[in-house]
């Protein structure tokens, strides 16, 4: 309902109406900015990955370096072979794949990404013109009870 309110349908709702539909929509718009943020955030991680799998493909095989198993530890190795690499594809999965594979692997993610993420940006922009749509009709609508009320 809230997607398909104009703001003369808005007028004819309740005050009780308003507020619930601009909850509704704040409560969205909320839900769709955490959504956003976490695709960011996938989003730069994938930039890391690719960055690092750039990297990689430049040093040479035999290359004594430290792999992180964590975020913060580290253990010794040795570089062995730097054409494969695994690639987690999720929920613990890894599959092994060619170094240019897993950059274009990485790339299709990231362009993945920032088209879902700029369609949940449009979305999210007109969830939130609803929102302050329904808050001015509100505002609006209380103002004039209250001097209604008064008079």
Do not use: H, W
Request: charge should be neutral; proline fraction near 2%.
């Amino acid at each position: 309902m809230a997607s398909s309110s104009s703001r003369g349908e808005m007028e004819k709702m309740g005050i009780d109406q308003l507020k619930a539909l601009k909850e509704q929509a704040d409560l969205e718009v909320n839900l769709l900015q955490d959504s956003l943020n976490n695709i960011r955030t996938a989003t730069v991680r994938l930039d890391a990955a690719a960055a690092a799998l750039n990297d990689l493909s430049l040093r040479p095989q035999g290359k004594k370096m430290l792999v992180p198993l964590t975020a913060s530890l580290y253990v010794p190795g040795t570089l062995d072979e730097a054409d494969k690499v695994l690639v987690d594809i999720g929920t613990g999965y890894f599959i092994e794949k060619t170094m240019d594979d897993g950059k274009d692997y990485c790339q299709r993610k990231i362009n993945l990404l920032k088209s879902n993420f700029d369609q949940l940006f449009e979305v999210a922009a007109k969830k939130k013109s609803v929102a302050d749509e329904a808050g001015m009709v509100l505002q609006a609508k209380v103002k004039q009870l209250t001097a209604a009320t008064t008079s």
